[in-house]
């Protein structure tokens, strides 16, 4: 039979390494780092153990892919258009927050997170590298977003526009993830999610904002 050239090869190999990070992020959660070998995550993609290898030279580079693909992953849901911004910048900047309380608090999100409360003291270049890939660059995000509220003339003053998107994040994202990594149920519902960020929003841009961008974010609400 003669081979199709390059395409359907490349779909193929796209799926699979799908399905192995896919594999490899669900045992990790359920299972730990420690606890998961390559061995566990072959038999379960069902694929050969030397197939992994020749995508990831080890474990660790493995679980790292799967942290990369899973900030990457939050980028791509929660970054708001380059229009949005641009219209409403201070509109971006909450729904973009709403977007990733969702992805925070997510089941496979908090089942990671366990393994790092459980395991990072003992694998602290993987908890390094979850920081520079996943939580950095939604720093970023916010920060920016926060920069182009400021340059719409939205604040109040002068803010350290780096602390301040670290402090949002704490209230609206940072908070709930704790609750429900260490089992409470505050958020389980949409409209328990809502209601958090519409109250936690409105605490929070009272302090920031000036007094006409306070009107417009209370007609967002």
Do not use: C
């Not at 995000?141 to 003053?157: I, K, Q, R, Y």
């Not at 301040?164 to 389980?188: D, E, I, K």
């Amino acid at each position: 039979m003669r081979r199709h050239a390059g395409r359907p090869d490349t779909k193929m190999s796209e799926e699979l390494d799908r399905l192995i990070l896919q594999t490899a992020s669900q045992l990790f959660a359920e299972q730990g780092y420690a606890a998961t070998s390559m061995e566990q995550i072959a038999a379960s993609a069902q694929v050969g153990k030397q197939t992994i290898y020749r995508r990831h030279a080890s474990k660790e580079a493995l679980f790292m892919t799967v942290m990369t693909d899973l900030g990457q992953s939050f980028l791509s849901a929660a970054a708001p258009a380059a229009a949005t911004v641009s219209a409403d910048p201070l509109l971006a900047l909450r729904q973009t927050m709403r977007r990733l309380l969702d992805l925070v608090l997510s089941p496979p999100t908090i089942a990671l997170s366990r393994t790092f409360v459980a395991e990072g003291w003992r694998f602290p270049d993987l908890v390094e590298h979850a920081g520079v890939h996943i939580f950095d660059p939604l720093e970023r995000l916010t920060h920016d977003l926060l920069v182009a509220v400021e340059a719409a003339g939205l604040l109040n003053g002068a803010y350290d526009l780096v602390e301040t998107s670290r402090a949002l994040s704490a209230l609206l994202l940072g908070g709930p993830h704790q609750h429900v990594l260490f089992g409470r149920n505050a958020f389980a519902t949409k409209a328990a999610r809502d209601h958090y960020l519409d109250q936690s929003w409105a605490m929070f841009m009272t302090g920031i904002l000036s007094r006409t961008a306070a009107t417009r974010q209370d007609v967002h609400a």
